[in-house]
């Protein structure tokens, strides 16, 4: 009575045991095997790294484990160069190489096809062991997005010096405007345990040339600078020293008068700056390569020298001469507005750091945020951008996606990034893109950087959903090379991600490129800013208007009334538009010269104005929000035809959040429609649908537990 | 010129992918292959498993999973039984079952090792598919644990009905008291996405008796009734459905107020349990297999019946009606102190609830933690154990270690959990064991339960710390059989978590068996309780004297003064001991009698008074803290030993943690002693080491940060 044997295919499911699942933690460093596996066989198949530094050590490594991963086998790991190997080599550990390495600088590194003695030999060759690091990831790069690797010629150096990650994590564990559940570090058990997440950290940075991090809250506790919190901080340093990233702080101000006593925080109070230059030679002795100090000041509540009527620059350089004798650097921030300040929001931040152009110490950046209220949907460029040449000014970006759906909807940053770094600020004629001014080529300054304010937590995929990852990723690639295009990235993320199956990459490519555009179509079209719902940042709000500070309530930024909408930022209005350039005042002076995309940020127009389009304002406002919400159904349904292309649990996360963001982008749609309809009082076009619900309806949902919400 | 190929030590361990290191995800089910493969294979071949409900699918697929690693391969899945195969069985599914089936419930199985038609056949059979799943993962554990599989002839059944994990997880994503990082319940994003993870929960807890959870903080929240949490809540019971599983809730008695604006709470108030009736069925209509509430009231600053002057009774009784239709039940905590009650805090829940015995419905269990105070390193048994004859009462056991070392210390909770069920109320004379006293048979009850408060957070390895895992091990065992040694849990739960190797098992168990004792020598020997840091209880901190209210007080605990220490229980003090067994208490009012290991429980004893080692009270004091000193140096020593034998991230863990546990344990012993030194002006005993710092030292420490504080 033996029983036939039959086909028992849930089987196969069920016995992937859970650590082997595609759950998203590996992020783009999968090293699946590459589908023409020839190519890379035939050029791969030893390794030479003479090397011993650790950094030189993790080049080597990563490219052995890529390798592994991406020809389907371990590469030989050889003593001399041989046909078909890759070569890891600096200057001091091959005197004869092949390579020029001018202009390449420590961090730069070149990928040379070679013949040696008629053998076939692929160089990685960089002036420094970072540069080799940075090299091997860009041919695992280049191998698993489809490149031939037959006749290599590439010389890449970074155009930012610095490339940072700001994290907003706090002490206790959660991370402000963070996604992905609590933060990775885990200060409670360090310096004692260091987990392998670190290390994991540490690789998946260096391999988008991502350079430093920033570990605490710009909204800084002056804990962070005690002793244990030092060690903490020392013990994580440790773990990313081999991967090329350096650690940096946020300071709280008044930390000596905290943490010390001091009666005063006045930067011109020699005990202050004594303070300051004990704890940075305290802070050296324990990390010798610690980065420097980012600092939030006078803004949003925290101190600053300007409570002692003492200006930004004072600030900062007081700071920045404690840790100059140790090489540190100061990253400032010109994030600030005040409560007494009646001038348009958008304003104050030129107001203020504009006149102190020329004042900084030369270790001192200015970070600047990319538009001059908060991370917007879409925002212009920060009038200071060309505006302060003699100040080496940092770029700052959110990868967290405090305004553009937070961890589940899938909204590519890349174009929003892209947008900004090539909008022109004609500050020297044009061509004077923002690019150009943070990677310091407009101006000569060799002190340059970009920071991204970090969207990763301890979730099982970092970043909160899988296509947050491709945001990171982005943010990398964009700091090392600000003239990549947004879409080039997407699909060299895509094909690291899922697979090089044109299949896969065009549609997952196609989706991403206009999700960004769809999320401003149906939250914040045609320049509308800041309608979300209070404190959280989550969902539509547009009717807040009883706020303590006049710019915490979305009315005070889209001004609609019975006539029309937008914020008047001309002569007639906040006159904002003086902040810029002259070419480009004049262009946003005239709402007909003004983009389309912008419109309501710089005027206020009438309901029944025209468009390009034709349509009048109120009837093309809905056209955008309907633009916004189609667009999301288009993904779920390319989504779904991709089920056979992706594996499971991907699939489904993905999936979901999809269906989430659908629904949601309607509730935007809706809850905004049914706002501005009370006052527009216009009739909604022929053949879109009504909001869903009245306006008390929206009004009334609260959302305690939304996260993120410091 | 090819080059000489040369061994590459490095790039093995760089080469294993991070997912597939032992991270602790997979806890004990890592269904490692086992050493003697051909006990196994022989009985292991095939799998028959006719079943087609979603637990006999769970049942199967568990077992096929577990079978493909411990065997190797995975068994063939076949229609009928065969020679080797094992064979899931119901009534249902075979009528002429050949193995008896009476008694064993539901919930119980019988493997059993039968020749049919001559051929060798292990049959796994249950009344129910549930059954079936425990039977699967017991045949499992037996396999991974060495036994011989030749002549099985096993039955077993729960001896508790209600087998169940608190969660103290709060909606907002922290866990209060917990130390594995975030709430694994994402409930944000519930219902939408389910990710695997909640699978892999359901999954762990069957495996070890599991069968209900009660999903948020006993310090609730309303919201957790509003119809979008009850959707996220019916989210995970489906999940968890087909594993056993069903869900409860912490209820908040003030819901009807904050949520429907009623005046009053009052559970005799028609309109009030109106309300829960409504509320009931709204739930049972999203959850039909819901299990009920839990409830803290009158506790602590909760709201509950007594703030309308009725009773606790009153208040249950009220729920239990409105889940009564449903078939679901109330459990209702004894966990009661009030501010304004002078009495001994000990005695404060027998003095609230002993009078109330016979008034509950019969769908309340009494929920009653294991000892007195609040889940303290030892506590002598609850006195309501034993004296509530007409009440089911429910053990709650603390599974988190609150006080006892918190994600880094390893002390198993094993014994703890072993000498609480095994002590003996004398209730009905000799043998009134607490567990005979909870699993109903003493008194006759059908409706029994156990409850854990979960150790389990969103860090990858669950618990905390790989460790840990052992403590929700032994507590899903101990569920289950009450009798089973916390020793024989310790081994098994070795074997399935790193090796069933003697060389790693006997070292590992010997380590974890003293290790909870170690603990209360370091932290509260003799006796001693409640002498933790304030709000995080992180730490030493017995000089505590001036928080509001007086039992919140280490003081009012140890009682500490010139002539001696310890709070005097007897009939000369607060006399709890009349809250015992008049054979309990004749014992407890004798110091000389008294266990030495609760002597300051219970009795103020002199500094000088004689122990049984002949060592003075503070002489002994200190012997005390240095053998749990010692003890964890000797842990070190051993698990460092263990090197060779354990993977590298898990050694290093907890190498890591012991590190931590050592360096903390002499902190306890240190300020400990500093401080009562003030009192008891007794020199160190000969031979031991003073206090490294001065005790204001000690004081002056502070952990802002602490985790698991609400």
Redesign the interface.
């Known amino acids: 009575?033996?029983?036939?044997?039959?086909c028992?295919t849930?089987?196969t499911a069920?016995?992937t045991?859970?650590?082997?699942?595609e759950?998203g933690?590996?992020l783009w460093l999968r090293h699946e095997k590459v589908r023409d596996g020839g190519n890379l066989a035939r050029h791969a198949a030893?390794v030479?790294a003479p090397g011993r530094s650790a950094t030189a050590?993790a080049a080597r490594?990563e490219l052995?484990?890529g390798l592994?991963?991406a020809n389907g086998a371990?590469p030989?790991?050889?003593?001399?160069?041989?046909?078909g190997?890759i070569w890891l080599a600096t200057p001091a550990s091959a005197p004869d190489l092949p390579v020029k390495l001018d202009g390449l600088g420590e961090e730069g590194y070149a990928i040379r096809s070679v013949t040696?003695?008629g053998?076939s030999v692929t160089v990685i060759a960089a002036n420094g062991d970072a540069g080799l690091l940075y090299g091997a990831y860009a041919y695992l790069r280049l191998a698993e997005t489809g490149a031939s690797l037959d006749r290599l010629d590439i010389r890449s150096a970074p155009r930012m010096k610095l490339r940072l990650l700001n994290h907003w994590d706090n002490?206790?564990?959660t991370v402000e405007r963070g996604y992905a559940?609590?933060s990775i570090w885990d200060?409670?058990?360090l310096p004692?345990?260091?987990?392998?997440?670190y290390t994991?950290y540490a690789r998946a940075n260096a391999s988008i040339g991502i350079n430093g991090t920033v570990l605490n809250n710009v909204n800084a506790r002056s804990?962070s600078l005690t002793a244990p919190y030092i060690a903490k901080a020392a013990a994580l340093a440790d773990v990313f020293r081999p991967y090329g990233i350096k650690v940096y702080l946020s300071v709280k101000w008044t930390a000596p008068m905290e943490l010390s006593g001091l009666r005063t925080a006045d930067p011109l109070d020699p005990a202050v700056a004594a303070w300051w230059k004990a704890k940075a030679a305290e802070i050296y002795r324990a990390i010798p390569d610690f980065g420097g100090f980012l600092v939030k000041a006078n803004s949003e509540g925290q101190p600053g020298p300007q409570d002692y009527k003492r200006t930004h620059a004072d600030g900062a350089n007081m700071l920045a001469a404690a840790v100059k004798p140790h090489g540190g650097i100061v990253m400032w921030r010109a994030f600030v507005y005040a409560h007494d300040n009646p001038d348009d929001r958008a304003k104050q931040a030129y107001s203020d750091f504009k006149p102190l152009d020329g004042q900084f110490a030369d270790n001192v950046l200015v970070q600047v945020k990319n538009g001059a209220i908060d991370f917007q949907p879409r925002e212009p460029f920060h009038p200071l951008f060309g505006a302060m040449p003699r100040t080496p000014l940092m770029m700052e970006f959110q990868i967290t996606k405090e305004y553009l759906g937070q961890?589940?909807h899938l909204t590519y940053l890349g174009p929003l990034f892209e947008e900004t770094l090539k909008s022109d600020t004609f500050a020297r004629g044009k061509g004077s893109t923002v690019a150009r001014v943070i990677d310091g080529s407009l101006e000569g300054h060799k002190l340059t950087g970009i920071a991204g304010v970090a969207n990763i937590g301890?979730?099982?995929d970092w970043s909160g959903s899988i296509f947050n990852q491709a945001d990171w990723y982005a943010f990398g690639r964009l700091a090392w090379d600000p003239d990549l295009s947004a879409e080039a990235i997407a699909r060299e993320w895509a094909a690291q991600t899922f697979s090089t199956d044109a299949k896969v990459v065009d549609p997952i490519v196609a989706m991403m490129m206009g999700s960004r555009e769809a999320a401003v179509d149906y939250m914040t079209p045609l320049g509308l800013s800041h309608v979300m719902g209070t404190g959280h940042h989550y969902g539509p709000a547009p009717w807040i208007s009883e706020l303590a500070r006049p710019e915490w309530n979305p009315v005070y930024y889209h001004k609609a009334d019975a006539q029309g909408i937008g914020f008047d930022r001309t002569k007639t209005g906040s006159n904002a538009i003086a902040q810029y350039a002259p070419p480009v005042a004049k262009m946003l002076a005239d709402p007909k010269k003004t983009p389309e995309r912008d419109l309501l940020w710089f005027h206020h127009v009438g309901w029944d104005a025209k468009l390009k389009s034709g349509d009048t304002l109120w009837n093309g406002l809905i056209r955008h929000y309907d633009a916004g919400v189609a667009y999301v159904a288009a993904m779920r349904r390319t989504w779904d035809g991709l089920r056979p292309h992706v594996d499971a649990?991907r699939f489904a996360?993905t999936q979901?959040?999809l269906?989430?963001q659908h629904r949601e982008a309607k509730w935007w749609r809706d809850a905004s429609i049914a706002y501005f309809q009370t006052l527009s009082k216009r009739p909604m076009p022929p053949g879109t649908a009504a909001p869903e619900h009245d306006l008390n309806w929206y009004k009334s949902l609260a959302f305690?537990?939304?996260?993120g919400n410091p």
């Open positions: 009575m033996f029983a036939r044997l039959f028992w849930v089987a069920v016995m045991a859970p650590a082997l699942a759950d933690y590996d030893a030479v050590l490594d052995m484990r592994a991963g371990a030989a790991l050889v003593e001399k160069p041989m046909n190997a040696l003695d053998q002490l206790d564990g559940g609590q200060w409670w058990r004692d345990w260091k987990g392998p997440r994991d804990d961890s589940t301890a979730d099982r649990e996360q979901a959040f269906g989430i305690p537990y939304a996260p």
